[in-house]
């Protein structure tokens, strides 16, 4: 599977929810997990990871999920930012978790 381009715009697959968090006060917090469920299970995800996956929310496209993670990571270099964010959606669309 091929990495996402600027133009794509992730979301969440076709069957993938947020599972409820256990603390509705920790909806903002990105250091709590939170849980994908998705057909095959389920996945966890945290920090940096969970704030990529919460912007892919089917209205920014990857440009703008990068340009947010900026505002949000500012000690770390753009370009680093960038490369994760599509190794970690690549990933997530290999699972049938993310759609772009």
Not at 70 to 95: G, H, M
């Amino acid at each position: 599977m091929a990495r996402p381009q600027d133009s794509s715009v992730p979301r969440l697959a076709a069957g993938c929810r947020w599972a409820p968090l256990e603390n509705p006060e920790a909806e903002f917090d990105p250091t709590v997990e939170a849980t994908v469920l998705f057909p095959e299970g389920a996945v966890r995800v945290q920090g940096t990871g969970r704030s990529i996956l919460e912007l892919c929310d089917g209205q920014r496209n990857l440009l703008q999920v990068v340009e947010e993670l900026q505002k949000q990571y500012i000690l770390v270099s753009p370009t680093r930012i960038r490369d994760e964010a599509e190794q970690f959606l690549e990933k997530l669309q290999e699972k049938r978790i993310v759609d772009y």
